[in-house]
C-alpha cells in the first residue's frame, strides 16, 4: 500500500512538472516591462540589481562608462609585442578604439565602442560591432586596482604585433550572449551567427520562462515557471545556466548551454546537462576548486548543501535587496549561517562556536569565527582574476595549498586560513608553517 502510494504520489509530482514545459512551449517574451504593471515591487527591486544592469549601450549621451575615456593604453600578453591602442571621443556622440599595428605602427583601424560591459566594482569591457557580430575589445578596466589590462589580446594581434580581424568564433553571439541576454535567438549565417534577443541583459523571463501565456492569464496556474516550485535540480539550474562554465551540445559550438544540433536554446525546468557540458581542460579541472569568475554552480554540487538540498535562493534574493551579494540575510556577522546552523547544538552560541573555529568570536571585527571566512574563502588567486567565493563551502586545508605550490608557485589557490594569516602564503617555509598551524588546531582525517 505504501509503495503503492509513493508511485501515485510520483506520478502526481512529475505531472506537476511537466505541466510548465509544456504550455510554456507555446509561450513568447515579453520583456521585464510587461511584469512591472502588476509585480511592481519585485520590478523595483530586480531593476538596480547587476542582472539588470551588466551591460549598457553606450554613447555618449548614455554614458556607462567608469573610466576617463582619453590617452594611450599600452598592453602586453604572451608572445605578442607591446601594441598600442588610443582613445578617443569620435564625431557623432560615439566612444572610439584606435587599434595601431605593432609591426606597422602607420596601420591603425577605429573602432566605435557600442556597449560597455560590467563596471559596478571589478572590472568594464568594451564591445564593438563588426558586421553581424560584436566583439570584446583587447583590454579591460580593472576598478580594484585602475588599471588597463590586456584581455584576450591574441584575438586581435598576431605575434608578430599586426593587427587582424577576431575570428567569429570569438564573437559576443557564439561565445557570451546565451548568458547575457534574455530571449535569445540564433540564426545562422555564414561561418558565424546573427542574434535577436528581446532583453539585453538577464530579464524576468530568463529565469521564469517565456511569459506570453502568463500575462494573458494571470490567474491560469502552469503558465509560468517558480523556480522554487521546481524539481530541485532544475530549480538549482535556474542559476546554474549562467552561473557556470562550459559548452553547448553536443558540438561545443557555443560556450553557454544550447543545443548546437537542432539550434534551440535551453528551456527552463528540462535537465541543463542536455544542453551545457563541462569541457574539461579550459576552465580548470571540475574538481579544482573556481578560480575565475561565474563558476559557482559547478562548485556547489561538491557542497553538503547540494546534498541537504539547500537552493542559491535560500541564501540570495533572485530579486535583489539591500545585503551585499543580494544575500538573504547579512553574512558579516553570521546572521546567514545561523539562521539554519544555529538549531545544532554546535553553533548554537559563541561559546560552542570558539570551540568549533578555535579562534575568539569577532565576526563582525575581526573576522575571527565569521564562519564565511573559513568556509567561502576567496579562490581567485588576485584581484586582478576577481574576487570569487568558493561555494562548495568545504575547508580548503593549507595542505592542499603546500602541495600546489610545490609543482608550480604560480598556480596556488588560497586556503581557509591564508587570507588572514599571510605570512603563511609567502614562501616555502610559510606554506609549511600553516600546514602545521592546522594540523594542531584541526583533525586531519579525510
Ligand atoms: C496582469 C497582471 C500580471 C502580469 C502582467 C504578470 N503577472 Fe505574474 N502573476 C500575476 C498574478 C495575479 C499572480 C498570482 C497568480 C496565482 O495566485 O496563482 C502571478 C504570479 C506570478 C508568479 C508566481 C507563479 C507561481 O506558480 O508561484 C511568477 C513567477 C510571475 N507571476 C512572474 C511574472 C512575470 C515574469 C511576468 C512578466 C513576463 C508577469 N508575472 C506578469 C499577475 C501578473
Ligand atoms: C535571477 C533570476 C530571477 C530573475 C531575473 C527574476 N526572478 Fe522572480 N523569482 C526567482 C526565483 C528563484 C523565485 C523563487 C524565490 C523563492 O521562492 O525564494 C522567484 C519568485 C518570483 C515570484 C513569486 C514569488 C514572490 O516572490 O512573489 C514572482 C511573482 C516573480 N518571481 C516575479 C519576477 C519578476 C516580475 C521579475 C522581473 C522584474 C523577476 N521575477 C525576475 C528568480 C528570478
Ligand atoms: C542569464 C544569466 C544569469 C542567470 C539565469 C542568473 N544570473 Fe546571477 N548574475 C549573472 C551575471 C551576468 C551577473 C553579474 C553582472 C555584473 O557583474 O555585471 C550575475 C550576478 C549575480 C550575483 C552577484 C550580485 C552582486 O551584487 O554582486 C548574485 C548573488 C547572483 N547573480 C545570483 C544568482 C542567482 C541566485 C540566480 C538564480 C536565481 C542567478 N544569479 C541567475 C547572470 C545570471
Ligand atoms: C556560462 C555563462 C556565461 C558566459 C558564456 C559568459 N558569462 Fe560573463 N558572466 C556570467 C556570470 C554568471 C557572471 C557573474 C560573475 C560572478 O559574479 O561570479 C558574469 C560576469 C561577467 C562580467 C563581470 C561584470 C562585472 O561587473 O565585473 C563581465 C565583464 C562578463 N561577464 C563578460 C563576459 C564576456 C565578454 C563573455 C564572452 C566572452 C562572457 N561574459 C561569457 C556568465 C557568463
Ligand atoms: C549557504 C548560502 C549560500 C548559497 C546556498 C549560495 N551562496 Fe552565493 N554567496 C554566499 C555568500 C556568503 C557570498 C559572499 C558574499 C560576500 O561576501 O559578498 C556569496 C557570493 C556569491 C556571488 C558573488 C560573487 C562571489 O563569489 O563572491 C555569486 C555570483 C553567488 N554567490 C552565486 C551563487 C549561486 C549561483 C549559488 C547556487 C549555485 C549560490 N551562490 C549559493 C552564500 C551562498
Ligand atoms: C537554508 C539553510 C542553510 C543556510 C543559510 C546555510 N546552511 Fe550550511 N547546511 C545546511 C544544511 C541543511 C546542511 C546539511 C546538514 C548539516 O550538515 O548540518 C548544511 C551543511 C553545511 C556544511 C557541511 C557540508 C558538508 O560538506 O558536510 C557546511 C560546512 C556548511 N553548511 C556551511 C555553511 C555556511 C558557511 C553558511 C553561511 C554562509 C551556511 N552553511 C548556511 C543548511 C544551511
Ligand atoms: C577557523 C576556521 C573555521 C571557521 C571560522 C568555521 N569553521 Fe566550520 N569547519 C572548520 C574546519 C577545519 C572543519 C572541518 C572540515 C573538514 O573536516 O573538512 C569545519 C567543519 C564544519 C562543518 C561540517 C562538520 C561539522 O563539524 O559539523 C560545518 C557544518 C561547519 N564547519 C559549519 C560552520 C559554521 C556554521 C561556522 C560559523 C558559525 C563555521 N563552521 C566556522 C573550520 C572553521
Ligand atoms: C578572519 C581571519 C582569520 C582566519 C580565516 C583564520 N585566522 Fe587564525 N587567527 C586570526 C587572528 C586575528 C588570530 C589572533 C587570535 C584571535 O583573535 O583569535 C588568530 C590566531 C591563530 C592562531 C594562534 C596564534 C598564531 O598566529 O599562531 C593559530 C594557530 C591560528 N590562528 C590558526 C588558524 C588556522 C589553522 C586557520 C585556518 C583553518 C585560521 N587560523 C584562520 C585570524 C584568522
Redesign the pocket.
Known amino acids: 500500500m505504501k509503495k503503492f502510494l509513493v508511485s501515485i504520489s510520483l506520478l502526481f509530482f512529475s505531472i506537476l512538472i511537466l505541466i510548465p514545459s509544456l504550455t510554456l512551449a507555446q509561450a513568447t517574451y515579453v520583456g521585464s516591462k510587461k511584469c512591472m504593471s502588476c509585480h511592481s515591487s519585485i520590478y523595483e527591486a530586480w531593476k538596480d540589481t547587476l542582472h539588470n544592469k551588466s551591460q549598457q549601450i553606450l554613447s555618449r549621451t548614455n554614458d556607462s562608462l567608469v573610466v576617463n575615456w582619453k590617452g594611450m593604453i599600452k598592453l602586453k600578453a604572451g608572445n605578442i609585442p607591446e601594441v598600442i591602442v588610443k582613445l578617443e571621443e569620435g564625431p557623432g556622440q560615439v566612444y572610439q578604439a584606435k587599434l595601431v599595428d605593432a609591426k606597422d605602427p602607420s596601420k591603425e583601424v577605429t573602432y566605435n565602442v557600442v556597449r560597455t560591459y560590467g563596471g559596478w566594482g571589478w572590472k568594464q569591457r568594451y564591445q564593438v560591432k563588426i558586421g553581424n557580430h560584436h566583439y570584446i575589445l583587447p583590454f579591460q578596466w580593472n576598478q580594484a586596482t585602475s588599471r588597463w589590462v590586456p584581455y584576450n589580446l591574441q584575438n586581435w594581434y598576431n605575434e608578430d604585433g599586426s593587427l587582424k580581424q577576431p575570428a567569429v568564433g570569438k564573437s559576443f553571439e557564439m561565445s557570451c550572449a546565451g548568458c547575457h541576454n534574455t530571449g535569445l535567438e540564433l540564426k545562422k549565417v555564414g561561418q558565424g551567427y546573427e542574434s535577436k534577443y528581446v532583453e539585453l541583459n538577464t530579464g524576468c523571463e530568463k529565469c521564469h520562462g517565456p511569459g506570453s501565456e502568463h500575462v494573458k492569464s494571470p490567474k491560469t496556474k502552469g503558465k509560468i515557471i517558480n523556480p522554487r516550485k521546481l524539481q530541485y535540480e532544475r530549480g538549482?539550474e535556474v542559476?546554474?545556466q549562467c552561473?557556470t562554465r562550459g559548452v553547448s551540445v553536443p558540438n561545443g559550438t557555443f560556450e553557454y548551454p544550447w543545443n548546437d544540433k537542432d539550434n534551440k536554446p535551453y528551456p527552463l525546468g528540462e535537465p541543463l546537462s542536455n544542453y551545457y557540458q563541462f569541457k574539461p581542460g579550459i576552465w580548470g579541472d571540475p574538481q579544482a576548486h573556481s578560480k575565475s569568475h561565474h563558476q559557482?554552480?559547478l562548485d556547489?554540487q561538491k557542497s553538503g548543501?547540494f546534498y541537504a538540498r539547500?537552493?542559491?535562493f535560500?541564501?540570495?534574493t533572485p530579486h535583489g535587496g539591500p545585503s551585499?551579494?543580494q544575500?538573504t540575510k547579512a553574512?558579516h556577522n553570521n546572521n546567514?549561517c545561523l539562521s539554519c546552523h544555529g538549531k545544532d547544538k554546535k553553533f548554537s552560541n559563541p561559546w560552542a562556536i570558539r570551540i568549533h573555529t578555535k579562534h575568539n568570536y569577532a565576526p563582525e571585527t575581526r573576522g575571527t569565527s565569521r564562519c564565511?571566512s573559513c568556509h567561502?574563502v576567496k579562490t581567485a588567486a588576485s584581484a586582478e582574476a576577481g574576487?570569487?567565493?568558493n561555494?562548495d563551502?568545504g575547508i580548503i586545508r593549507p595542505r592542499v595549498s603546500l602541495e600546489m605550490f610545490e609543482k608550480d608557485p604560480k598556480n596556488v589557490v588560497p586556503n581557509s586560513c591564508n587570507g588572514c594569516h599571510i605570512e603563511w602564503g609567502k614562501d616555502k617555509a610559510g606554506y609549511e608553517k600553516g600546514v602545521k598551524a592546522f594540523e594542531s588546531l584541526f583533525s586531519t582525517k579525510n
Open positions: 538549482l542559476c546554474g552561473h559557482q554552480w556547489f548543501h539547500v537552493l542559491c535560500d541564501c540570495h551585499r551579494s544575500l553574512d546567514l564565511s567561502l574576487d570569487i567565493h561555494h563551502f
